[in-house]
Antibody, heavy 122, light 107 residues
Framework: EVQLLESGGGLVQPGGSLRLSCTASGFTFNNHVMTWVRQAPGKGLEWVSS????????YYADSVKGRFTISRDNSKNTLYLQMNSLRAEDTAVYSCAKLSSENTFRVPLDYWGQGTLVTVSS | DIQMTQSPSSLSASVGDRVSITCRAS??????LAWYQQKPGKVPKLLIFSASTLQSGVPSRFSGSGSGTDFTLTISSLQPEDVASYYCQKYNSAPFTFGPGTKVDIK
C-alpha cells in the first residue's frame, strides 16, 4: 500500500524558514518523480515543485522560485521542501504526491499525502 | 507559461442530471491532461488521465474528452457522492498547472 506522510509544518513568522519532509513507502521511491502541491484555506490546488527520480531535474512554480528548494534522499525514501523567505500568501496545506509511472514527468499524480499545514503569520 | 481555465466555477444540478465541466489551456497540450476529484476534507483523487482514460476503479459515469486546448469532464448521471470540487491539470511540461477548480453541488 502506498503511503505518503508529511511533517514539518507549523506557525512561522513572515521572512522565516521551514523544512517539510515527506516519508514514502509502498512503492519504489527512487524510481518516481515526486511533487509538492499546496492548497490555501478554502482555495484550489496549486502545483509547487517537482523533482526527478535522481534529483537531476527540478521545477518550481513562479510563486516560489528562488525561495523554495525541493530535494530528496532516496536512501531514506524521503522528499523535502526547504521554504525560505516565507510570506503570508504561502499559508497552505502542503502535500506531497507521487506520479503514476516511473522515471517521467509526463504522467499524472496518483497518490497524495494528507498534508501538513504551514501558517505564516506574525 | 500555459494558463489553465475552467468553467463554470461552480454548478448545482439534480441527481441524475448530466453535468459537464470545461477546461481550457492557453496553448496546445495534446492530451496531457488529468482530472481530479476532491471531496470536502479529503485528498484529491485521480479520475481521468490522458484526457479520456478512466483511472482504475472510477465509475463509468465519469468520462473525459478533448485534445489540444479544449477538454471536457462529463458526469453522465450525477450522484450524491459526486459532490466535490473538480480540477484539471496539465502535465505535458513544467509548470504542471492546475485549473482553478469547479465546485459541484446537488440542487
Amino acid at each position: 500500500e502506498v503511503q505518503l506522510l508529511e511533517s514539518g509544518g507549523g506557525l512561522v513568522q513572515p521572512g522565516g524558514s521551514l523544512r517539510l519532509s515527506c516519508t514514502a513507502s509502498g512503492f519504489t521511491f527512487n524510481n518516481h518523480v515526486m511533487t509538492w502541491v499546496r492548497q490555501a484555506p478554502g482555495k484550489g490546488l496549486e502545483w509547487v515543485s517537482s523533482i526527478s527520480s535522481g534529483s537531476v531535474s527540478t521545477y518550481y512554480a513562479d510563486s516560489v522560485k528562488g525561495r523554495f528548494t525541493i530535494s530528496r534522499d532516496n536512501s531514506k525514501n524521503t522528499l523535502y521542501l526547504q521554504m525560505n523567505s516565507l510570506r503570508a500568501e504561502d499559508t497552505a496545506v502542503y502535500s506531497c504526491a507521487k506520479l503514476s509511472s516511473e522515471n517521467t514527468f509526463r504522467v499524472p499524480l496518483d497518490y497524495w499525502g494528507q498534508g501538513t499545514l504551514v501558517t505564516v503569520s506574525s | 507559461d500555459i494558463q489553465m481555465t475552467q468553467s463554470p466555477s461552480s454548478l448545482s444540478a439534480s441527481v441524475g442530471d448530466r453535468v459537464s465541466i470545461t477546461c481550457r489551456a492557453s496553448q496546445g497540450i495534446s492530451t496531457y491532461l488529468a482530472w481530479y476529484q476532491q471531496k470536502p476534507g479529503k485528498v484529491p483523487k485521480l479520475l481521468i488521465f490522458s484526457a479520456s482514460t478512466l483511472q482504475s476503479g472510477v465509475p463509468s459515469r465519469f468520462s473525459g474528452s478533448g485534445s489540444g486546448t479544449d477538454f471536457t469532464l462529463t458526469i453522465s448521471s450525477l450522484q450524491p457522492e459526486d459532490v466535490a470540487s473538480y480540477y484539471c491539470q496539465k502535465y505535458n511540461s513544467a509548470p504542471f498547472t492546475f485549473g482553478p477548480g469547479t465546485k459541484v453541488d446537488i440542487k
